[in-house]
């Protein structure tokens, strides 16, 4: 089923008995976003309202919005924290931005009991390789170049993905209705840098004229914020740190994809520079 389709929804809650919601579903390329806007407002907007409301009216126990870093904008020194405004800079964060005020409306008019969480980037095994990390490791393993969007000086915090579950998990126990938690962790680097640490482990070389050949500069998407800084005191207060380092975290990310690549439909699509899509149907004026 969709999220967008309200009839299924209710149906759903209606008949299986739900009691706590944690809504992952959304359109997520950031790539993507700039080009298919429309779409990504439709699925990651209008099918969290659905979903949402129809949580509501079945009144389920807990509601968790699963949002994104990339709502409070890009900053340099700046550390972000919970009551840090939102400044979205791409369409994909302005979507997530707008649903998460949905989101909220709920808890400040009923007190339903929804919690709002903001997590880094999330890599590991069995990520569609659209993404940064599955993108390069997959490239790299087809001898082909890692494609670095603009000067690839924009840095990014990674997070393994059994650590971003054990977030999840503490905010489904511990969690305040009505709070946002920013999941994050202080394990940061350039995308050149990770296309480095990727070809020397993958092309086994440290030598820069060879690590240079493996890395293609394409042209910049229309805005790239340079960083997300985040503190994650909040989550900690619940418990909760991260605790797989990158070398263990990586190494088995790069084994799964040696082995995995091709079970997806349509993966050789997700590694061009920029999405190659179908175009979104557009909806028609009055």
Known sequence: GDICEPDFIKQLFKTEKIDIVLHFAAQTHVDLSFWHALEFTYVNVY????????????????????????????????????????????????????????????WERYQFPVVITRSSNVYGPHQYPEKVIPKFISLLQQNRKCCIHGSGLQRRNFLYATDVVEAFLTVLKEGKPGEIYNIGTNFEMSI?????????????????????????????????????????????SLGWRPKVPWKEGIKKTIEWYKENFHNWKNSEKALEPFPVTEPFAQLSGP
């Open 47 to 106: 099918g969290t309202n659905v979903l949402v409301a129809a949580a509501h009216e079945a009144n389920v126990e807990k509601f968790v919005y699963v949002s994104t870093d990339e709502v409070y904008g890009g900053s340099i020194d700046e550390e972000f924290d919970e009551s840090s405004p939102k400044r979205p800079t791409n369409p994909y964060a302005s979507s997530k931005a707008a649903a998460e005020c949905f989101v909220q409306s709920y």
């Open 192 to 236: 050149t840098q990770l296309a480095k640490e990727l070809i020397h482990l993958i092309k086994k070389t440290s030598s820069e004229s060879e690590m240079e050949h493996w890395m293609d500069y394409v042209k910049d998407r229309p805005t790239n914020d340079l960083r997300y800084p985040m503190s994650s005191e909040k989550m900690h």
